[in-house]
């Protein structure tokens, strides 16, 4: 099992700025992915990075996948209210989760 | 869009009593999964399940837990003699393959231990 660490925890913010989460492990990993939690329902699947160093783009959510494929991160820029959730990484193979950043935004 | 579909939403038992929670995963899928997420906390790993058969389970599935496919569309996980740490949300999820795949999860079932 690959063991994942996630940063922030906890992460508060005020609606219009930008944040870093991020997600590392001492292990490789052939593929990782990132889901959204929105209280009261189930992850919700945001993108799947595969190839080290690789830069993926939804809307105003950045993901990087660190060249030696053990570190990624999500970037939100100008980040909504509607962006509050818990943020968690999973690695594509074991499909264990980190234990998240919980993400608020304030209006 | 197809869906995961968890029941009941919410379960409350009493200590000791055997508790049955039910999912039907999307159609084509063929991987099957149990999660639970104590409140405010992790998203927990249970067991994974293809071909009819466990594929992995964690730490946490000991004996209390089973895992049934009866039928074509629905994937149970069975919780005997219930203890006041089992309290909840479990989810089920399901992949069309291992590898890459994207999980897709139902909404939960709150269970509630007393």
């Known amino acids: 099992t690959q063991l994942l660490e996630q940063s922030p925890q906890f992460l508060s913010i005020q609606e219009g700025e930008n944040l870093t989460v991020y997600c590392n492990s001492s292990?490789?990993?052939?593929?990782l992915q990132w889901y959204r939690q929105e209280p009261g329902e189930g992850p919700v699947l945001l993108v799947t990075?595969?190839?080290?160093?690789e830069v993926k783009k939804l809307k105003r959510l950045t993901f990087q996948f660190g060249d030696a494929r053990k570190d990624s991160s999500l970037h939100i820029t100008a980040a909504q209210p509607g962006d509050t959730g818990l943020y968690l990484c999973?690695?594509?193979?074991?499909?264990?989760f980190g234990a998240g950043t919980r993400l608020t935004v304030k209006p | 869009e197809p869906e995961v579909t968890q029941t009941p939403s919410h379960q409350v038992t009493q200590m000791g009593q055997e508790v049955i929670l039910r999912c039907v995963p999307i159609?084509?899928?063929?991987?099957f999964y149990w999660y639970r997420q104590i409140l405010g906390q992790k998203v927990e790993f249970l067991v994974s399940?293809?071909?009819?058969?466990?594929?992995?389970k964690s730490e946490i599935f000991d004996d209390q837990f089973s895992v049934e496919r009866p039928d074509g569309s629905n994937f149970t996980l069975k919780i005997r003699s219930t203890k006041l740490e089992d309290s909840a949300m479990y989810f089920c999820?399901?992949?069309?393959?291992?590898?890459?795949?994207?999980?897709?999860f139902g909404n939960g079932t709150r269970l509630t231990v007393t």
């Open positions: 999820a399901s992949s069309k393959e291992t590898n890459n795949s994207p999980l897709h």
């Open positions: 292990s490789v990993f052939s593929s």
């Open positions: 990075v595969v190839t080290g160093g």
């Open positions: 999973a690695g594509a193979y074991d499909m264990r």
């Open positions: 159609s084509n899928h063929l991987y």
């Open positions: 399940f293809y071909n009819n058969e466990i594929s992995e």
